[in-house]
C-alpha cells in the first residue's frame, strides 16, 4: 500500500495465483481499490517499490554497501566468469550454481561443462527437443557450459563508471529460466518467484543431481573404467563418528552417521571477542550502517572457525539415550562427534540465524575469523582403542534370552509396582518392556505410557510379548512408535520407527528429524540403511566408498548473504579463479579487492591434496 500514488500505474502489485507468482500489472487497481474505501487521489509513497530496491542492489558496478564498499572493481570476462541474470529473487540459485558449475570444481566442469569452446559437443545435451525442457542433466549442461565456456560473455566496459551499452542485448543475457523450473518445479518453495535459503538449495540441488545421475543409464559414463559414474555429492560427502558413554555402567559404543553433504556449525558467542576491525563493513545496506557521516559504527563481535568447530565437537549430554543391552532402559550419555573421513570439498554452514522472542529469525551481528588455509587433522576419529569397555553388539544382544513372558516376570518386581497404585496389567506390559525384573527402569516405562489406550488391558493370551518382541527387533520402544504416531500425526509406524532407531531412541530428536527431513522423507529414512528408495532400480550411491584425505584445506569458494534473514535481500558469491578472488553479483562479475570472508554464510573448501588433480571418475 505504500506505493500507491496519484500515478496508480508505479504501484506495486504481486499475484500469489500459481500461474502467475510474480508481479503483476491491474489496469483497473484504482477502480478495485475504490470499492473497498480507499481513495488514491493524494495518497502519498511511504516505501521502496521492489524495482527501486532491485536497482539499489543490482543497478551499479560499485557494489555500494552491498560488498566491497569503496573498492575500485574491474570488470572480468571469459571461461568461468560468465554472469547470470537475476530472474527476480534468484540470486540465491545464481550464487549456488556458480559455485558448483561455473568451473571453480573441475570435477562437475569436466562432466556438465564445455569441451573447449564449442558449447554443443557435450554429450549430455544432446536428447530430443521434447524432452530437454525436464530433464536436469541436459539443463545442467546446457548451463555450465554457457558459464565455463566463456562465448556469452558481453565486451568489457571502458572502467567500471560507464554505462555498457551491451548490458541489455539479450545476446550477452544469461537466464537460468529452464534450470531453476527443472529444479524446483515440484519444491514448494524453489517453484516459487521469492527468496529462498541458499544452503537449503545447495543440499537440495545436489539430491536433484543424484537421483538424475544415478538414473542416467548409459548417458552418464565413468571416465576412470569404473562400473558406475560417481554422483555429485560425492564430492562433498563425508561420515561422522560419534562417540557415546554410557552414564549407568560406563560402557563406550561407537556410531557412524549416514554420509552428509553440508557441515553446519553453530557460532559460540560466548567465545566472541570484540574489537574495531580495519576491514570494510562489506555486508552492511546503508539502512543498517550507523547512520549520519562521522558518527562511529557499532563494534562487532569476532569468533573464529576454530572456535566453531570446537564447539561443534565439543562433548554434549543425551538425556533419554536408550540402550539394547540394558534392554532398551534409559540412560544419560555423553557424545562426542569427530570426522570419520575428510571430503574432497567441504562445504561449511554458518548458523547466522536464530530465532528471536518474536519466532522469527534474526541475523546474528558477528564476524567469523576464517584463514585462507585450515586443518582438521586433530577431529579425526581414533575408533575403538585399546582398554576401552565397549558395548555388545546389538547382533549379540539380540541373541540374548528370549524377552519374558508374564509368567517368568519378576514377582518382586511386579508387588512393588502394583504397591506404587499402578494395574497389574500396566505393570506387567512395564515389567516384560525392561526386561522382567528392573524395577527403575520399569517405573519410567510407566511413567511414559501410562497414558497409552491399552495401558491397562489385559494382554492377549500368546501374545503377550509380541510388542516387545517388535521393539526389539527394530531396536526402538513400540510405545514410544505409537505414542509419536498418534502425536505427530502425519507419519507412519515405519517412518517413526526408522527415526527413532535413528535417533538412539529419542523421541524429541525424532520428531526433529522427521520435520526436517519431510521433503523427500522416504530417500532419507532409506538412505539410512544404505538401501535405494522404493523403485529405484540402479545401486545405491552409500556402496561407494567416500574419499579420503589429510584434512588440510583451502578456502576456494564463499556465499554471502545480505539482509536480516534468509528468505529476503541478496545473495553473493566470491569464487578464486587462477588464484585471484572475482565477485558473482548476478549479472556483474569483477576482480575483487576485499573478499568478505568475515561475514560469509556459506565457505567452500578444497582438500589441499587435491589442487590440481581432479578425481578421474568425473
Keep these: 500500500m505504500g506505493t500507491i500514488t496519484d500515478d496508480i500505474s508505479t504501484a506495486d502489485c504481486y499475484s500469489y495465483a500459481k500461474d502467475e507468482d510474480g508481479p503483476v500489472t491491474i489496469p483497473n487497481l484504482k477502480e478495485l481499490l475504490e470499492k473497498r474505501g480507499i481513495i488514491v487521489a493524494g495518497m502519498q509513497k511511504t516505501v521502496k517499490s521492489t524495482a527501486e530496491l532491485e536497482v539499489e542492489l543490482n543497478a551499479t558496478y560499485a557494489f555500494d554497501a552491498i560488498t566491497e564498499k569503496g573498492a575500485h572493481l574491474v570488470p572480468v570476462a571469459g571461461p568461468g566468469l560468465q554472469g547470470l541474470q537475476n530472474l527476480g529473487n534468484s540470486c540465491y540459485m545464481n550464487s549456488v550454481v556458480q559455485m558448483l558449475l561455473g568451473g571453480s570444481i573441475p570435477e562437475l566442469a569436466s ?230 573421513n575428510f571430503p574432497r570439498y567441504l562445504l561449511v554452514h554458518m548458523q547466522r540465524y536464530e530465532l528471536g522472542d518474536d519466532w522469527q529469525p534474526h ?138 532407531k535413528h535417533c538412539n531412541g529419542a523421541a524429541d530428536r525424532a520428531a526433529d528429524w522427521l520435520f526436517s527431513h519431510m521433503d523427500d522423507l522416504d530417500s532419507a529414512i532409506a538412505s539410512l540403511d544404505n538401501v535405494a528408495p522404493a523403485g529405484n532400480t540402479v545401486s545405491s550411491k552409500s556402496s561407494v566408498p567416500l574419499e579420503d584425505g589429510d584434512g588440510k584445506y583451502n578456502l576456494v569458494g564463499l556465499v554471502s548473504h545480505i539482509g536480516k534473514n534468509t528468505g529476503s535481500g541478496h545473495y553473493v558469491a566470491h569464487l578464486k579463479k587462477d588464484g585471484k578472488w572475482v565477485i558473482f553479483n548476478d549479472e556483474k562479475v569483477a576482480l575483487s579487492e576485499h573478499p568478505p570472508t568475515r561475514h560469509a554464510y556459506m565457505y567452500l573448501f578444497q582438500r589441499s591434496d587435491t589442487v590440481g588433480s581432479p578425481h578421474a571418475g568425473y
Excluded at 527443472?182 to 529462498?196: I, K, L
Design 111 to 340: 562432466r556438465y561443462g564445455s569441451v573447449g569452446s564449442d558449447v554443443t559437443k557435450n554429450p549430455l545435451i544432446r536428447i530430443s527437443a521434447s524432452s530437454a525442457s525436464n530433464d536436469l542433466l541436459c539443463q545442467a549442461a546446457k548451463l555450465s557450459t554457457a558459464l565455463t565456456s566463456g562465448v556469452f560473455c558481453r565486451p568489457l566496459p571502458e572502467s567500471v563508471e560507464v554505462s555498457d551499452p551491451s548490458s541489455s542485448d539479450p545476446k550477452y543475457r544469461l537466464a537460468p529460466r529452464m534450470f531453476k523450473n527443472v529444479v524446483g518445479h515440484d519444491h514448494v518453495d524453489f517453484g516459487t518467484g521469492q527468496q529462498q535459503d541458499a544452503a537449503q538449495y545447495f543440499q537440495y540441488l545436489l539430491e536433484k543431481l543424484d537421483g538424475a545421475e544415478l538414473g542416467a543409464g548409459n548417458r552418464l559414463k565413468s571416465k576412470d573404467d569404473s562400473d558406475a559414474a560417481l554422483v555429485t555429492s560425492h564430492l562433498f560427502s563425508y561420515k561422522t563418528e560419534s562417540r557415546l558413554v554410557c552414564e549407568a555402567d560406563s560402557l563406550i559404543k561407537y556410531k557412524e552417521s549416514p554420509a552428509e553433504t553440508m557441515l553446519s556449525l553453530r557460532i559460540p558467542m560466548s567465545e566472541a571477542t570484540t574489537a574495531v576491525g580495519d576491514a570494510p563493513d562489506v555486508k552492511r545496506q546503508k539502512s543498517e550502517d550507523s547512520g549520519e557521516d562521522g558518527k562511529e559504527k557499532k563494534e562487532v563481535p569476532t569468533v573464529t572457525i576454530d572456535a566453531c568447530l570446537n564447539a561443534w565437537s565439543a562433548a554434549t549430554t543425551i538425556d533419554d539415550c536408550r540402550w539394547p543391552h540394558l534392554q532398551n532402559a534409559v540412560s544419560r550419555a555423553t557424545s562426542t562427534t569427530r570426522f570419520a
Design 363 to 500: 541475523k546474528i551481528e558477528v564476524d567469523i575469523d576464517v584463514p585462507e588455509e585450515i586443518s582438521l587433522h586433530t577431529l579425526r576419529s581414533t575408533g575403538p582403542q585399546d582398554g576401552e569397555n565397549l558395548v555388545p553388539p546389538e547382533s549379540e544382544v539380540g541373541e540374548a534370552p528370549a524377552v519374558p513372558s508374564a509368567s517368568t516376570l519378576d514377582e518382586n518386581a511386579l508387588s512393588q509396582l502394583i504397591e506404587m497404585g499402578f494395574n497389574m496389567n500396566g505393570c506387567k506390559r512395564a515389567l516384560m518392556a525392561v526386561g522382567g525384573s528392573n524395577v527403575e527402569a520399569a517405573m519410567n516405562w510407566v511413567f511414559e505410557h501410562n497414558g497409552d489406550a491399552d495401558f491397562n488391558d489385559p494382554l492377549p493370551e500368546g501374545s503377550e510379548s509380541a510388542g516387545v518382541a517388535a521393539a526389539s527387533d527394530s531396536g526402538v520402544d513400540e510405545g514410544v512408535v505409537m505414542s509419536l504416531v498418534e502425536n505427530l500425526g502425519c507419519f507412519s509406524a515405519d517412518q517413526v520407527r526408522a527415526a527413532l
